[in-house]
């Protein structure tokens, strides 16, 4: 399955941003996805996941309660939701899939490409 990333860009602390991963290739509905961010100088790590019907997913307890994964398999695409944003959220941010549902790097095994998230006043 290919993965596309995109909806980064430059926000002001506490505005909001959608990112979306559209997938092709595969059937979507097989695999779970998981967000994955990597800000300057530091380890990857994981934000959200969600399961392949989008009835569960988990959240890094840094960004539970402010964003939100959900999908679409209709449209092949996985959302996140980014609210209340803090400048320690600037990273780029990655979409996985997997026919599993993890939450390390290592257990997902597509990868998109990033997209640049700035959180700055």
């Known amino acids: 399955v290919q993965l596309q990333a995109s909806g980064g860009g430059l926000v002001h602390p506490g505005g909001s941003l959608r990112l979306s991963c559209a997938a092709s290739?595969?059937?979507?509905?097989?695999?779970?996805v998981g967000w994955f961010r990597q800000p300057p100088g530091k380890e990857r790590e994981f934000v959200a996941a969600?399961?392949?019907?989008?009835?569960?997913?988990y959240y890094a307890d840094s960004v539970k309660g402010r964003f939100t994964i959900s999908r679409d398999n209709a449209k092949n695409t996985v959302y996140l939701q980014m609210n209340s944003l803090k400048p320690e959220d600037t990273a780029v941010y990655y979409c996985a899939a997997d026919l599993g549902y993890g939450y390390r790097p290592n257990e997902f095994y597509y990868w998109g490409q990033g997209t640049l998230v700035t959180v700055s006043s």
């Open positions: 290739g595969r059937t979507f509905s097989n695999y779970a």
């Open positions: 969600i399961n392949r019907n989008g009835g569960s997913s």
